[in-house]
């Protein structure tokens, strides 16, 4: 089905003037809807059948966490001005639409007023998105768990990635001797969080599962987050995942598909930013355990995210969008790169969060 046909399936309030491409997503696509006579817009997305066989629980779980957000509202001073997107529903009353073809559209109202940072530039910034997500997590802390549907089994569970990444080794006729290196010595010390995950020592809680800069949203004009998008991703797993890739996104200016790969770098002073904005806004629900393991998180989730760029390159480029057949290879060696230099500084990065193990 056409985005354009799409669209006109959910009940927006008002006639269809526009359908565009929005965002640069590397799984499912987007596109930007507007009315012709109302100023009101649309995001209108084609939800990747690869990687969500199951529809239906994406959006069960879209459905359970915004509503119980939006009845936290406001939780805090803090709160204020947060935003959740609006679900819009198909004409017959459905949540979502599966086309003749068996994909799944759905539709949510946009978040007017409001901006995306490519990079954060500023420490303001970085405290900012930081807090956001600390805001995020808080306001989902008193979801029970359980309630949520597990959409991606095996996402963020490293451990299985490497599993999977070593039977399409053993079938590939591609190889990257560096990347292939980085791997194995990574390999022992890629458990640490799955680890603790199975003692207990860390609990299962409401996870973004997705919260690079550009699922963040800023208010216009406010410097603060008003909003984190993107919301495919979330079920139960660790908050630990969420702040290191936050911090693997958020520190490294140069992007996830930098020109030049030699600019790719962890900047410890985002990190700090990040890490005490989180902190900031978080106090109410974390635990000592937490604050142990965001040097571990943060290592662990640029590692895994590297070799899951890499297992699918020597596959083919079956999951994630590629422009080329070596696109999944350049964005494995940007994040072996932010990795090497996330653990040349690993003493500084335990210190902020105050965690010996
Ligand atoms: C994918 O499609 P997008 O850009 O929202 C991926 C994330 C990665 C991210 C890296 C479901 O997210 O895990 O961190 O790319 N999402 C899924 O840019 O695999
Ligand atoms: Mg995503």
Same mark, same amino acid.
């Given at each position: 089905?056409?985005?354009?046909?799409?669209?006109?399936?959910?009940?927006?309030?008002?006639?269809?003037?526009?359908? $565009?491409?929005?965002?640069?997503?590397?799984?499912?696509?987007?596109?930007? #809807?507007?009315?012709?006579?109302?100023?009101?817009?649309?995001?209108?997305?084609?939800?990747?059948?690869?990687?969500?066989?199951?529809?239906?629980?994406?959006?069960?779980?879209?459905?359970?966490?915004?509503?119980?957000?939006?009845?936290?509202? @406001?939780?805090?001073?803090?709160?204020?001005?947060?935003?959740?997107?609006?679900?819009?529903?198909?004409?017959?009353?459905?949540?979502?639409?599966?086309?003749?073809?068996?994909?799944?559209?759905?539709?949510?109202?946009?978040?007017?007023?409001?901006?995306?940072?490519?990079?954060?530039?500023?420490?303001?910034?970085?405290?900012? #998105?930081?807090?956001?997500?600390?805001?995020?997590?808080?306001?989902? +802390?008193?979801?029970?768990?359980? $309630?949520?549907?597990?959409? *991606? @089994?095996?996402?963020?569970?490293?451990?299985?990635?490497?599993?999977?990444?070593?039977?399409?080794?053993?079938?590939?006729?591609?190889?990257?001797?560096?990347?292939?290196?980085?791997?194995?010595?990574?390999?022992?010390?890629?458990?640490v969080l799955e680890e603790a995950k199975?003692r207990?020592v860390l609990?299962?809680?409401?996870?973004?599962?997705?919260?690079?800069?550009?699922?963040? *949203?800023?208010?216009?004009?406010?410097?603060?987050?008003? +909003?984190?998008?993107?919301?495919?991703?979330?079920?139960?797993?660790?908050?630990?995942?969420?702040?290191?890739?936050?911090? =693997?996104?958020?520190?490294?200016?140069?992007?996830?598909? @930098?020109?030049?790969?030699?600019?790719?770098?962890?900047?410890?002073? +985002?990190?700090?930013?990040?890490?005490?904005?989180?902190?900031?806004? +978080?106090?109410?629900?974390?635990?000592?355990?937490?604050? =142990?393991f965001?040097?571990?998180?943060?290592?662990?989730?640029?590692?895994?995210? /590297?070799?899951?760029?890499?297992?699918?390159? *020597?596959? /083919?480029?079956?999951?994630?969008?590629?422009?080329?057949?070596?696109?999944? *290879? $350049?964005?494995?060696?940007?994040?072996?790169?932010?990795?090497?230099?996330?653990?040349?500084?690993?003493?500084?990065?335990?210190?902020?969060?105050?965690?010996?193990?």
């Amino acid at each position: 089905m056409e985005p354009n046909a799409a669209a006109e399936q959910f009940r927006t309030e008002g006639a269809i003037a526009a359908v $565009r491409p929005y965002g640069g997503g590397n799984i499912n696509d987007t596109f930007l #809807v507007a009315l012709r006579d109302n100023p009101m817009r649309y995001i209108l997305q084609r939800l990747n059948p690869v990687v969500f066989p199951d529809p239906g629980l994406v959006m069960a779980n879209l459905r359970l966490v915004s509503d119980h957000m939006r009845r936290q509202l @406001p939780a805090t001073a803090a709160d204020d001005g947060w935003q959740v997107a609006e679900v819009i529903p198909c004409r017959h009353g459905a949540d979502y639409l599966v086309d003749a073809n068996g994909f799944c559209w759905r539709m949510t109202r946009f978040i007017e007023r409001s901006r995306v940072c490519e990079t954060v530039t500023t420490p303001a910034e970085a405290r900012e #998105v930081g807090a956001g997500l600390g805001r995020f997590h808080r306001l989902l +802390s008193n979801l029970d768990v359980t $309630r949520l549907h597990d959409t *991606l @089994p095996g996402f963020h569970v490293t451990p299985q990635y490497l599993a999977a990444y070593d039977s399409v080794c053993d079938n590939s006729p591609r190889e990257d001797a560096a990347c292939r290196a980085v791997i194995e010595r990574r390999r022992s010390g890629a458990m640490v969080l799955e680890e603790a995950k199975a003692r207990g020592v860390l609990p299962l809680r409401v996870m973004h599962g997705d919260p690079k800069i550009s699922n963040f *949203l800023f208010g216009e004009g406010t410097g603060r987050v008003v +909003s984190m998008v993107d919301l495919d991703t979330v079920k139960p797993g660790l908050i630990q995942y969420d702040l290191g890739d936050c911090l =693997r996104s958020c520190c490294n200016p140069a992007g996830e598909e @930098p020109t030049d790969l030699a600019a790719v770098a962890f900047d410890l002073e +985002s990190c700090r930013a990040i890490v005490g904005g989180y902190l900031a806004e +978080s106090a109410s629900f974390l635990t000592e355990n937490d604050f =142990r393991f965001v040097y571990d998180a943060v290592r662990i989730i640029t590692f895994e995210l /590297g070799l899951r760029f890499y297992a699918d390159y *020597l596959a /083919g480029n079956r999951y994630f969008k590629a422009r080329d057949d070596e696109h999944n *290879l $350049r964005r494995a060696r940007v994040q072996f790169r932010l990795l090497a230099s996330i653990e040349a500084q690993e003493e500084e990065i335990r210190a902020m969060a105050g965690g010996e193990r």
